[in-house]
C-alpha cells in the first residue's frame, strides 16, 4: 500500500516532551519515550535523532489552545520549539500542528482506566498525550 506512512507525535511542554511513533503502516500510535526540554536546542537534536533512526515521514505537534480556539503564549513556544527543530530535520519531513486541546485528559482518563493512579502516571503522561495526538492525526488521515 503506497499511503502508508511513518509519524511522529509530540507533545511539548516546558519540562518534558512526550514522544509517540506510529506502526510501520500509518495506523496506531504508541509510546516511544519523554525528552527533557529546558534546553532547547538538546530536545531538539534527541528529537531529530529519533527522526533519523524511525524514518520518519510525517511530525505532528500538538498545538495547546485555548478553550475558545484562540491562540496563547504556550503555542508560541510550541513555534519557538519547531523553529530550532526545523533546521535538524530532513526537509523531506512534513510538520502538521494539531489541536491539543483535550488530549491531556484524555489520556489521563485511559491511565486511570488501566488502573494507574496520578502518582504512577507522572513518567509517562507526555507519552501518553503524544499518543492521543497522533492517534488523533492518523484517524483524521484514514477517515476514522
Not at 511513533?21 to 496506531?28: E, Q, R, T
Request: glycine residues 8%.
Amino acid at each position: 500500500m503506497s499511503d502508508w506512512i511513518r509519524a511522529m507525535g509530540l507533545d511539548y511542554g516546558t519540562a518534558r516532551i512526550g514522544v509517540a511513533v506510529s506502526d510501520d503502516i500509518g495506523l496506531l500510535a504508541h509510546p516511544l519515550e519523554t525528552v527533557p526540554s529546558a534546553d532547547l536546542a538538546r530536545a531538539a537534536a534527541r528529537i531529530a535523532e529519533l527522526v533519523c533512526e524511525r524514518r520518519i515521514d510525517h511530525l505532528v505537534v500538538g498545538l495547546p489552545l485555548h478553550m475558545n480556539g484562540d491562540e496563547g503564549d504556550a503555542v508560541a513556544g510550541v513555534r519557538r520549539f519547531i523553529g530550532c527543530l526545523r533546521p535538524l530535520l530532513p526537509e523531506s519531513i512534513a510538520i502538521h500542528e494539531m489541536d491539543e486541546r483535550h488530549t491531556t485528559r484524555t489520556a489521563m482518563d485511559k491511565l486511570h482506566a488501566a488502573g494507574r493512579n496520578v502518582k504512577n502516571s507522572k513518567k509517562i503522561i507526555d507519552q501518553a498525550a503524544a499518543i492521543e495526538i497522533l492517534q488523533d492525526w492518523l484517524d483524521l488521515r484514514s477517515g476514522y
